[in-house]
Nanobody, 125 residues
Framework: QVELVESGGGSVQAGGSLTLSCGFSGNTRGTTSMAWFRQAPGKEREGVAGTYIIGGSTIYCADSVKGRFTFSQDNAKSTLYLQMNSLKPEDTAMYYC?????????????????WGQGTQVTVSS
């Protein structure tokens, strides 16, 4: 069992920045990837960015966030981060972090068993 707790969401104006955090705990042995996802009202869940535990490579799943969002992690603090700059109204969504032990694509939410409760990000124009 892996527990994940997101924080850092909020309301900002377009062009602003937010940093999301995801604290993880529990039995993370066997975890193959961890990632951020988001879901806007009426839209499908979308992979944002993640990392493969073996090798430590980072992947940005959504072209729309490349160059604006930065994924990072601090293993000493058992925390993932998502630094979001130049926010746009279309970034408005509930953001979730998740952990997977499937070994498959880090960007596919179907591969993830453990999810946090989410943190809301609202960007106004």
């Amino acid at each position: 069992q892996v527990e994940l707790v997101e924080s850092g969401g909020g309301s900002v104006q377009a062009g602003g920045s937010l940093t999301l955090s995801c604290g993880f705990s529990g039995n993370t042995r066997g975890t193959t990837s961890m990632a951020w996802f988001r879901q806007a009202p009426g839209k499908e869940r979308e992979g944002v960015a993640g990392t493969y535990i073996i090798g430590g490579s980072t992947i940005y799943c959504a072209d729309s966030v490349k160059g604006r969002f930065t994924f990072s992690q601090d293993n000493a603090k058992s925390t993932l981060y998502l630094q979001m700059n130049s926010l746009k109204p279309e970034d408005t969504a509930m953001y979730y972090c998740a952990a997977s032990s499937s070994g498959f694509s880090a960007c596919d939410g179907r591969n993830y068993k453990y999810w946090g409760q989410g943190t809301q990000v609202t960007v106004s124009s």
